[in-house]
């Protein structure tokens, strides 16, 4: 099947007519259908599928003859779940690629000499219960077993409870003993999150690094009042606090050279008419090192305080998780540029944008390959990729994975 038919084939799962983007969270109904899709795509390439304990799809292309467990593949793939309204490449490019990769290698008639895996890893962006990459962070033990069960959706529902209602079992969660026998390398091709090959009229690229980041909830907790009979002098208003702190945000971003964002809200009790009495706000901060995101964190944790003290809030603010630098290996790099070889000079980008790649790069060696995105945006409806562009990185992928099956 050719990437095109393939690409087509998951266009319109989980797509809201409103707004055209997607709302592809963790074990909803489109995440099941796009999970039954991945079955699909493996049963009718003759690949064995594997859920694994936390959810992750690993579909399997093993060599004539071979015997017992996978070891020391080469591991291709990303995620299918999407942030809310997103767009349509962040993640799926990845596993559709991988697919269509296959293809053109077996259309070639080749075989491998080793495994080769397709993986889908679940809840790549942490939309529904607030922490991103639980699949790969469950199974690299960087997530443990005990908080991911206890991660709540904005219905109260938990994600134990998500499980059960999915069929799963979520007493079988945790980390994964085998991963670095399992995986030879892992390349992950994604679209780019930003512009920086279109500026350079490229439409691909390896990655270098990902910047460190984290999201931090900061709750400022007043006092719920009437919102006409209260006099502005009674009031503690945490939503007073919680706007400066926005602009603070910005203002000690630009300072650090970072970028730092509240996206996500919630409001209580959230009445047009009502004084809030709490207000859980999420920051999401990233820096080209880890000591910069550190000072980044501390300073606008630092002026929060002082604006809740000001107005009489009460301000709680906890890490979420927090991922350290991510800096690619230098050999799969390099293997990477030999195979593709033929493409010329291939650009190497960092990003700031986080990966199941960059979780599983604290066990096994991992890759990233980039797709051009014209308009810079991702996270959005806007989000795109060229057909011609999307092609080409699946054939870039096909060459790559040729080099690594091929080799000894």
Not at 19 to 35: H, I, Q
Not at 137 to 149: D, I
Not at 316 to 332: D, G, K, L, N
Request: glycine letters at 8%.
């Amino acid at each position: 099947m050719t990437f095109d038919a393939l690409w087509d084939s998951i266009l319109e799962v989980g797509r809201e007519p409103a707004t055209g983007g997607y709302r592809r969270f963790a074990w909803s109904d489109a995440d099941l259908t796009l999970r039954e899709w991945f079955i699909g795509c493996a049963g009718e390439r003759g690949m064995s599928v594997e859920e694994d304990r936390n959810g992750n799809l690993w579909a399997w292309w093993l060599p004539a003859g071979w015997q017992g467990d996978p070891v020391d593949a080469f591991v291709t793939g990303s995620h299918l779940d999407s942030v809310p309204d997103g767009g349509a490449y962040d993640g799926p490019l990845g596993v559709v690629s991988a697919f269509a990769a296959i293809d053109l290698v077996r259309a070639q008639g080749i075989e491998p000499h080793r495994p080769v895996a397709v993986v889908a890893f679940s809840d790549e962006e942490g939309a529904r219960f607030g922490v991103a990459c639980v699949g790969s962070q469950l199974t690299t033990g960087a997530l443990k077993p005990e908080r991911a069960l206890a991660l709540r959706d904005a219905d109260g529902i938990t994600l134990a409870e998500a499980l059960t209602r999915a069929g799963r079992n979520p007493r079988h969660l945790g980390a994964d003993p085998t991963l670095s026998d399992r995986v030879g390398v892992y390349v992950e091709l994604h679209v780019e999150q930003g512009r920086a090959l279109d500026l350079v009229d490229q439409p691909l690229a390896v990655a270098s690094a990902i910047w460190p980041h984290g999201r931090w909830l900061f709750t400022f907790t007043g006092e719920a009042n009437h919102a006409g009979a209260t006099r502005l002098i009674d009031r503690r208003d945490p939503m007073l606090a919680y706007a400066s702190t926005v602009h603070t945000a910005r203002q000690a971003a630009e300072l650090h050279a970072a970028v730092a964002t509240f996206g996500k809200l919630r409001v209580l009790p959230n009445g047009a008419n009502a004084i809030p009495s709490e207000i859980l706000a999420w920051l999401d901060a990233r820096a080209t090192d880890e000591p910069t995101l550190t000072r980044l964190v501390e300073q606008i944790t630092s002026e929060a305080h002082k604006h809740a003290a000001g107005d009489r809030i009460e301000l709680r603010v906890e890490a979420e998780s927090i991922t350290p630098i991510v800096e690619f290996p230098a050999a799969p790099r390099a293997r990477i540029n030999r195979a593709l070889g033929h493409l010329g000079d291939i650009p190497v980008l960092p990003t700031a944008a986080g990966h199941d790649a960059g979780i599983l790069s604290a066990q096994v060696p991992t890759a990233m390959l980039f797709v051009r995105n014209p308009t810079g945006i991702s996270h959005s409806p806007a989000e795109y990729a060229r057909p011609e562009d999307c092609r080409a990185g699946a054939e870039a992928l096909a060459a790559v994975l040729t080099d690594w099956i091929t080799v000894p």
